[in-house]
Nanobody, 115 residues
Framework: QVQLVESGGGLVQPGGSLRLSCAAS????????MGWYRQAPGKQRELVAH???????NYASSVKGRFTISRDNAKNTVYLQMNSLKPEDTAVYFC?????????WGQGTQVTVSS
């Protein structure tokens, strides 16, 4: 019903920046929450940030002040601007789409922070 396509992952040095994008398509309700989760090897998937269709945001404490989530409702796309990246940010990042009826996940994109 809803498909999510992620892009923007890659390899970056500590202190660098990346921007992730996730485009949603299909049967999209205008009232929804989109967000980013991440999962490092051997660790549980955790919330990074989410944003409602009205623009309200929430961030994990570990990324506050460094990451910014935004969305373009006309394009059904959510972004995650990641600045001042640290090695501990290394993980597979997953896009998430939630509404009152369903929850969807993207395939994940690898972010590696290493010198």
């Amino acid at each position: 019903q809803v498909q999510l396509v992620e892009s923007g992952g890659g390899l970056v040095q500590p202190g660098g920046s990346l921007r992730l994008s996730c485009a949603a398509s299909g049967s999209i309700n205008s009232i929804n929450i989109m967000g980013w989760y991440r999962q490092a090897p051997g660790k549980q998937r955790e919330l990074v940030a989410h944003i409602t269709s009205g623009g309200s945001t929430n961030y994990a404490s570990s990324v506050k002040g460094r990451f910014t989530i935004s969305r373009d409702n006309a394009k059904n796309t959510v972004y995650l601007q990641m600045n001042s990246l640290k090695p501990e940010d290394t993980a597979v990042y997953f896009c998430n789409f939630w509404n009152l009826r369903s929850n969807y996940w993207g395939q994940g994109t690898q972010v590696t922070v290493s010198s």
